[in-house]
């Protein structure tokens, strides 16, 4: 384990280099708006400005280079992934953040890991992520924007569930093979809403759980 650390402007830094410009401009975006959701939420603001900023740390790579980095550490690889390796940047993103970026916090590298996919009972910080990665201020293609935009900030738990419902329905229009992990995690999030057991939200937008 190293005792090293970067700041978020190193990482920014490094990112640059590697990415396009609209790939950074888009990078910056899921930083930004996961630290607007952090703080409406009530998550370590920190912690999702990092998350949000790594995200797509390992988007450059090739397939044969995200293959490689998965097989070496022993990482599930599913047969979307075969099929579609690109996938597979999410979960060497968070290879990539702790190798070179030197994260050690769990909860950030688990919200890179599953920012694609998703997956059921996610944490306040990877719903942060996953969200912010859709709507961030430089997406212009997946329809329905302004609405997740704004359903974003009073029930997270619901702007995943359209999400992840946009995105299946997008990949059986393109005939893409679809991950059983986004299937699996729109079943839940689906369930869920159904059960109204989602994080309660008063008609002001305020958590219930809130004391003041
Ligand atoms: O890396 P980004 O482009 O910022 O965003 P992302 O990591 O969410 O990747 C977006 C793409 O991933 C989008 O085109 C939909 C696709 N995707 C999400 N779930 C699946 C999927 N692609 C396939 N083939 N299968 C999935 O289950
Ligand atoms: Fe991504
Ligand atoms: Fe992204």
């Known amino acids: 384990m190293s005792d090293e650390t970067m700041t978020i402007v190193e990482i920014?830094?490094?990112l640059r280099k590697k990415q396009s410009e609209r790939r950074f401009v888009h990078t910056l975006g899921v930083q930004y708006t996961s630290a607007?959701?952090?703080m409406r939420y009530g998550a370590d603001v920190k912690k999702a400005e990092l998350a949000g900023l790594l995200h797509d740390c390992a988007k450059h790579m090739t397939a044969d280079k995200l293959l490689k980095v998965c097989r070496k550490h022993m990482v599930e690889i599913t047969p979307a992934e075969e099929k579609s390796p690109l996938l597979l940047h999410a979960k060497a993103g968070a290879i990539l953040a702790a190798?070179?970026?030197?994260?050690t916090d769990e909860e950030i590298l688990s919200a890179i890991r599953c920012h694609t996919t998703g997956k059921p009972e996610m944490t306040l910080l990877e719903k942060i992520v996953f969200t912010a990665d859709y709507i961030e201020p430089s997406?212009?293609?997946?329809?329905n924007l302004d609405k997740l935009r704004r359903s974003s900030f009073k029930n997270i738990d619901e702007t995943v569930y359209l999400?992840?419902?946009q995105t299946l329905s997008f990949l059986k229009k393109k005939k893409q093979p679809i991950d059983e992990h986004t299937e699996i995690t729109f079943n839940y999030y689906r369930d869920l809403l159904k059960e109204d057991r989602h994080e309660p939200v008063k008609a002001d937008g305020k958590d219930c759980s809130e004391s003041s």
């Open 99 to 103: 190798e070179k970026y030197y994260i």
């Open 36 to 38: 607007c959701l952090a």
């Open 12 to 14: 920014q830094n490094q």
């Open 163 to 165: 999400i992840l419902k």
């Open 139 to 143: 997406r212009n293609q997946a329809p």
